[in-house]
T-cell receptor, first 113, second 111 residues
Framework: DTEVTQTPKHLVMGMTNKKSLKCEQH?????MYWYKQKAKKPPELMFV???????INESVPSRFSPECPNSSLLNLHLHALQPEDSALYLCASSQAGLGTEAFFGQGTRLTVV | DQQVKQNSPSLSVQEGRISILNCDYT??????FLWYKKYPAEGPTFLIS?????DKNEDGRFTVFLNKSAKHLSLHIVPSQPGDSAVYFC??????????FGAGTRLTVKP
């Protein structure tokens, strides 16, 4: 199994809603990441978890809250988002550090209305 | 601060010919470089990588060249196939931390 699975694939939420994005991998990878990608832009790193501990937080607003319940799961909790937060949210995992080959999920297309 | 740059947003190549995708970087501390391929509605897929101690890495039809003095790397695809049509992202990292992506180049291989 070399897949990173993200749910849901699409999400539309209002600015007062609370929602969560989920990511799962069963490759035994110990590092997991959240990226945000706007249209025609490169993926931008948001958070890195290494051995289930948050190791990098790229100055992301507190309305995004990551959670790593165990080594296979990564969540991104969303609350009070803004329309400009609409983007593709990508989860990735890798065996070792962030600079090594990462496997990406298909992403969650988020629209904030 | 765009530390990894792909200055060509698009490239069109005839099937069977060579595709050359270019990438420049500004941070001399980068020590590992990767190329990812992305199809619509899918996440990026790792393609090939190169360490800063090497200047060339080959994997089948894909070869990555690194010129550290010029802070430049390129991906060669020979021969190009229609299935190679995708967006290609160059990425760079320092000491297995962080990973900065370029803006991507959309490759179209015409039959």
């Amino acid at each position: 199994d070399t897949e990173v699975t993200q749910t849901p694939k699409h999400l539309v939420m209002g600015m007062t809603n609370k929602k969560s994005l989920k990511c799962e991998q069963h490759m035994g990878h110990r590092a997991m990441y959240w990226y945000k990608q706007k249209a025609k832009k490169p993926p931008e790193l948001m958070f890195v978890y290494s051995y289930e501990k948050l190791s990098i937080n790229e100055s992301v607003p507190s309305r995004f809250s990551p959670e790593c319940p165990n080594s296979s799961l990564l969540n991104l909790h969303l609350h009070a988002l803004q329309p400009e937060d609409s983007a593709l949210y990508l989860c990735a995992s890798s065996q070792a550090g962030l600079g090594t080959e990462a496997f990406f999920g298909q992403g969650t297309r988020l629209t904030v209305v | 601060d765009q530390q990894v740059k792909q200055n060509s947003p698009s490239l069109s190549v005839q099937e069977g010919r060579i595709s050359i995708l270019n990438c420049d970087y500004t941070n001399s501390m980068f020590d590992y470089f990767l190329w990812y391929k992305k199809y619509p509605a899918e996440g990026p897929t790792f393609l090939i990588s190169i360490s800063s101690i090497k200047d060339k890495n080959e994997d089948g039809r894909f070869t990555v060249f690194l010129n550290k003095s010029a802070k430049h790397l390129s991906l060669h695809i020979v021969p190009s196939q229609p299935g190679d049509s995708a967006v290609y992202f160059c990425a760079a990292s320092i000491n297995n931390n962080d990973m900065r992506f370029g803006a991507g180049t959309r490759l179209t291989v015409k039959p």
